[in-house]
């Protein structure tokens, strides 16, 4: 829990309404003492790592600052292939803290960033924490499952316990609105649901080996190396596989580790300065320059987050 501390940053110093909103987020490591029979992988873990931030923020800013965690929420989404999402927004338990009138303004500020982005989504009456109403969004990976991961919360608790203040546009001390937003949640969720949405078969941006690069026999290795080199200059993830097995057998497990592109390398790719591709999708390429091979990794980029990445290098 990280919340305190963040707190404590926007405590160090006396905050003018000017100043807001004022984000602070960090990568952190959090602890949930969950029972033995419920852990399940990456998917329920006892240590996780976890995207927080929290917004401190003016009454008027509240629907914007929502509306922009929304839009980077579904831009990160996108991005790794999600597209079909649950959306809950949870309202004022029977049990709170805080005051009603705002309670109802943050609600509202919610659902006003929903609808005017057209996005559909269930209430869960009652269902907020004692002290802020939430959107919770979970994404559906290629089996149809739900998966809890972007949290958008009020807290009217924590600004008062720690007695947070601006100083408004007439002097006087006033309280600021608190939002804590998780995007992905769980890191190691994310990357397991990421495993389970794409089956391992990742999109070549995302792929951890992007190509492996397979010499036929010993004496195509240091071929191998450089077309290798060719495709690691370029910024891509390459290997070379050479070990002493059988050409197939290499193509084979390549095949089971789901690797985007194989290029097979001989006497007369060597010769050529080429290399017979195979990808993952589309089967046997035939042999190929390299500068063509390179040519088309990069242009299965075009339109991924790694995009324009690449045209900075």
């Known amino acids: 829990m990280n919340c305190p501390f963040h707190i404590q940053i926007y405590r160090s110093a006396l905050r003018s309404y000017r100043e807001l909103p004022m984000r602070i987020a960090e990568l952190g490591t959090v602890y949930r003492y969950e029972r033995s029979g419920v852990l399940h992988g990456l998917m329920r873990v006892r240590g996780f790592t976890q995207d927080d931030a929290h917004i401190f923020c003016l009454p008027d800013q509240v629907a914007n600052e929502v509306g922009d965690v929304l839009d980077l929420t579904f831009e990160i989404m996108a991005a790794f292939g999600f597209d079909e999402y649950d959306i809950m927004l949870s309202t004022r338990p029977d049990k709170y803290v805080g005051d009603p009138d705002i309670w109802e303004h943050a609600t509202e500020s919610l ?7 057209g996005l559909d989504y269930d209430i869960d009456d009652g269902g907020g924490a004692f002290y802020g109403p939430k959107i919770d969004i979970k994404i559906t990976d290629a089996l149809g499952r739900a998966w809890q991961c972007t949290t958008v919360q009020f807290d009217f608790n924590l600004p ?43 999109p ?26 060719q495709l690691q200059d ?4 390459a290997d070379v596989d050479d070990r002493s097995e059988r050409m197939n057998l290499k193509i084979r497990q390549a095949q089971l580790q789901k690797t985007p592109y194989m290029l097979v390398v001989g006497d007369r790719e060597a010769e050529a300065g080429a290399a017979a591709v195979r990808t993952r999708d589309d089967g046997d390429l035939g042999a190929l320059p390299m500068d063509e091979v ?15 990445r690449r045209r900075r290098r």
């Open 111 to 117: 659902r006003e960033a929903l609808v005017s982005r």
């Open 160 to 202: 008062d316990r720690f007695d947070l203040t601006f100083q408004d546009d007439q002097g006087n001390r006033s309280r600021p609105y608190m939002v804590h937003r998780a995007i992905l949640g769980s890191l190691e969720r994310f990357f397991g649901v990421l495993v389970e949405h794409y089956a391992g078969a990742f």
């Open 204 to 229: 070549l941006w995302l792929a951890p080996v992007q190509a492996v690069v397979i010499p036929i026999a010993d004496r195509h290795v240091e071929y191998a190396q450089q077309v290798a080199a």
């Open 234 to 237: 370029a910024g891509f993830r």
């Open 294 to 308: 390179v040519e088309r990794l990069v242009g299965e980029l075009d339109g991924t987050p790694v995009a324009s």
